[in-house]
């Protein structure tokens, strides 16, 4: 049974007894082949179709592979044929005779292709609303008209003040949706998405130019047009071309943009739109007992219940408890204004989804007075009546692949696209939230705050390591991992903790409406399941759900460390717990009683809130520890690791950096392969290749190198990869031999290790800024209680950092007054790396 898209071959060898025969036959599967070997056969054979007249197939090639047994052709009598069903007539494409066999025969094997080409089947589920072209806002006179025509259409409005938000709401997106329609079309699937509107529409014309040429049949009108053709072929060629290089230089430099701000996430969507490659996320699943599930429908109908499941979540067993409201924080209650209106729409990442309203972010940017125009009576409406529109509490589920086996529905996250017009809202909220909010929660805590990142907690907990290791003083450290923490929160716990934390009422009021018989559907292969409630957990995608969860945790963190001394001494008064990046947290502690105790309550208060500690992901790292006794939880063991990575980087509880630098060169190596046809290309100046290669190759190699204790043998390799990266790019293949001092000046490119002593110190300049209570300012002078081994001391990151301060000539102190003036600390950078590369 042939399977639709597969091409087969059937090979069938013709057959006769002798030449007296009237025709050779044979039949396999419902298809008939005649050899004609004689002229008087073609009798025989005009007898045989007359018994099945409208059934015979014959197949056109070339006559010179048509010929039959002795060199018979079409002319004399010897041309294959093949006949058929009436439902093979679409899928027979091509007969011919294979000369090549010797088989000590006259006779030829006849070969027929056919290709199945079967209905597909129609499935009736609800796809998402289409996307809209918008692209074409690019273009001054395209934007312009979408600026006119939304203008007009609003202007065109009778909005009334009685009228209901939803009605409000749902007049204004038809002005959106109406305009995107007869503006921006809809969006269609493009090979080569760099192509403008211009291109493409040569591209038509060409087109059309060729079924010119085709159709008629005077021979002067025909070169005419021939050469109207290929003058308008090389037109769109070079306009092509143009398009792929300000497409190419747009995107590298919003990958510089993401590399200045470590947004190493945004520099791995631009690699993969680069490098063309788009993973699918429709891949067989299976259901609970472990079966696959083969079906689309069956599929879709797993993935409602799989998710359904995950986003309600049964209400925790012992409720926390909150004491009253502390003093309320001093938060502006007004109705957003118009300014802040305006700011939130400008602060909209373009090239991001629309939600169930279809609405994209770029419509609303197009014209951003207007658009402000527009959403501030609704959103003044909202304020005062405490509801907002139907659609803002709609989302779609996209979902997104994890760590593990991708057939198991458990190894997949989900993120959800929300209405673009209810985030200006959200955004507006968040901006007065964020800075007084700010004040409340712990110093331990890093996560989406501001003058905060990932390096800090990074370099923090390799300090504390490799001082811990040279004063011989004991480390537990516990990496908690908790099970789907922003979907498992319990929302009546979040109500709580917002009042609790001193949030104004009519924030709170607002925030459960958007909650509030919150609906979703999951996208998958193209359509829509079910529409099902969701009942725990934080939004994903909405602008607020990053604040809220931080209010869980720092809860939960405060409960647990609340009068407690189990963590590691960090001042004279002052005991250091944890270290926290949002749900990734690592406890430490000296003593492995205390970090058995600690886990234990965390778990404890977690649970009171809806989050569950996943046991099976949870890790503990002994430094210094003569302790061989398990922490356990739930009567389960915690796994023991020597190396764990903590925000992106490994970290060793040998100390060093050997493992994560190893990791980072392999990571860079397979993003630059990913990118070798950006490489390969000609129409890519050196230029823009050198600048896609250090935002998309040498971010990835680099991340975390500001906390890096960099050896003569890691720096080799490090340069090494680098060296051989650009020799790629430039196209300098074996035999042919540049200096590495040449390679750097004709690409423009530092040594490696001075980059890194630059990023180090650009970090450590931006440290010493901080006020004095930060932990990781704390840090670069911590020293544990204990004693150094007999002999020399192990070189450590922070040693290295005070022999480079030490010649320098300068001193700590000096260097906390030197860096309030960024200027000052630029030139006492580039002059410490320089004397370094004198050295060297």
Known sequence: MLSSGLEARYNFLSRTVNQNVTYGQLTVAGLTVFALHLSTEMRALQQKRQSCPRRRITASHQRYFNAGPCGLTEVNGGQPSVSAGRKWRRSLHDVRVKRGADAASDHQLVVATLKTKLKVYRDKADRPSFKFNVNCLKEKVKAEEFRVEVKNKFEMLALLPEDAVDQHWQQLREVWKTACSTVLGKKTRKHKEWLTTGTWSLITERKVLKDKINATQDVEQKRELQ???????????????????????????????????????????????????????????????????????????????????????????????????????????????????????????????????????????????????????????????????????????????????????????????????????????????????????????????????????????????????????????????????????????????????????????????????????????????????????????????????????????????????????????????????????????????????????????????????????????????????????????????????????????????????????????????????????????????????????????????????????????????TNRCLRNILGVHWPEVISNEELWERTRQTPVETEIMKRKWGWIGHTLRKPASNITRQALDWNPQGKRKVGRPKQSWRRSVEEEVKASGTTWAELGRTCQNRVRWRSFVEALCSSRNHEA
């Open 227 to 721: 050469t109207s053709y290929w003058d308008l072929n090389r037109q769109g060629k070079k306009r092509a071309r143009q398009d792929k290089r300000t497409f190419i230089e747009e995107l590298t430099t919003e990958a510089e943009t993401a590399a200045g701000q470590r947004n190493m996430k945004r520099l791995y969507d631009i690699t993969r739109t680069l490098s063309g490659k788009k993973n699918s996320s429709n891949r067989p699943i299976k259901d609970k007992e472990g079966n696959t599930i083969p079906g689309e429908e069956d599929q879709r109908r797993r993935w409602a219940e799989h998710f359904k499941e995950t986003l309600n979540r049964p209400a925790p067993s012992t409720p926390v408890d909150i004491p009253s409201q502390t003093e309320p924080l001093s938060i502006n209650t007004n109705a957003p204004s118009k300014a802040e209106i305006t700011n939130a729409i400008k602060s909209l990442k373009s090239g991001k989804a629309a939600g169930p309203d279809g609405i994209p972010p770029e419509a609303l940017k197009a014209d951003i007075q207007t658009s402000t125009e527009m959403l501030h009576p609704l959103l003044n409406k909202i304020w005062e009546q405490e509801c907002v529109p139907e659609d803002w509490k709609k989302g779609y589920l996209v979902k997104l692949p994890k760590k593990g086996d991708l057939s198991s529905c458990n190894n997949w996250r989900g993120i959800m696209l929300l209405s673009i017009p209810g985030k200006v809202l959200t955004r507006i909220m968040l901006e007065r939230l964020k800075t007084a909010l700010d004040k409340k929660l712990r110093e331990e805590q890093a996560g989406f705050r501001q003058e905060r990142s990932c390096t800090d907690q990074i370099a923090t907990l390799r300090i504390i390591i490799e001082q811990s290791l040279e004063w011989q003083s004991p480390l537990y450290t516990v990496f908690v991992d908790f099970q789907k923490a922003f979907d498992s929160v319990d929302r009546e716990t979040i109500w709580k903790l917002m009042h609790y934390y001193g949030i104004p009422t009519k924030f709170i009021t607002i925030i459960q409406t958007l909650y509030e018989d919150a609906t979703c559907q999951v996208i998958h292969d193209g359509k829509l399941t079910e529409s099902f409630n969701v009942q725990t957990g934080v939004r994903q995608g909405c602008l607020l759900s990053p604040t809220i969860f931080l209010i869980v945790i720092d809860w939960v963190m405060r409960q647990a460390t609340k009068n407690q001394r189990t963590g590691i001494q960090w001042t004279l008064m002052r005991q250091l717990e944890d270290l926290d990046f949002a749900d990734d947290i690592s406890l430490l502690s000296h003593k492995l009683d205390d970090a058995q105790k600690k886990l234990c309550r965390v778990a404890e208060e977690a649970e009171k809130t809806g989050l569950q500690i996943n046991i099976s992901k949870t890790e503990v790292m002994r430094v210094n520890s003569k302790q061989q006794n398990p922490i356990r939880l739930h009567e389960e063991d915690i796994k023991e690791a020597n190396k764990f990575t903590y925000l992106g980087s490994i970290v060793n509880k040998d100390g060093g950096s050997d493992e994560d630098i190893k990791c980072r060169i392999n990571k860079a190596r397979q993003a630059f392969i990913t990118l070798r046809q950006i490489w390969k290309s000609k129409t890519l100046s050196i230029h823009n290749k050198l600048r896609i290669f250090n935002t998309n190759v040498k971010s990835v190699l680099l991340y975390g190198s500001e906390t890096w204790r960099v050896t003569k043998t890691n720096s080799k390799k490090i340069q090494g990869f």
